[in-house]
């Protein structure tokens, strides 16, 4: 399986990006994909995971902000993330696996939220 994610940038505080990520190939271990995000010097975290059955998964300090949605049909991934803080800013790395173990990750895509 491969993940090719798009759609990060620059953005001033309190703007918006909307992140992508196309899976090709297939594995049946797969039930879930979406977003973790590592900030310099600290670790990789959750951000926003959605499963084949629509449950989803946010970060408490995303809640509210970001949304995560999928079409099956294309096995593609999105990430809607508003009110954008300088906190936000931070390599996102798309997965595909189960909600906690992702088994699979794009190559990364930096988002900078900065004034």
């Known amino acids: ?18 992140l992508s990520c196309a899976a090709s190939g297939s ?41 995560v949605s999928r079409v099956n049909a294309k096995n593609t991934v999105y990430l809607q993330m508003n009110s954008l803080e300088p906190e936000d800013t931070a390599v996102y790395y798309c997965m595909a696996g189960t909600t906690w173990n992702p088994r699979y990750w794009g190559q990364g895509t930096l988002v900078t939220v900065s004034s």
């Open 27 to 67: 594995d049946f271990r797969i039930n879930a994909m979406g977003w973790y995000r590592q900030a310099p010097g600290k670790q990789r975290d959750l951000v926003a995971v959605i499963t084949v059955g629509g449950g989803t998964t946010y970060a408490d300090s995303v809640k509210g902000r970001f949304t």
């Open 1 to 18: 399986v491969q993940l090719q994610a798009s759609g990060g940038g620059l953005v001033r505080p309190g703007g918006s990006l909307r």
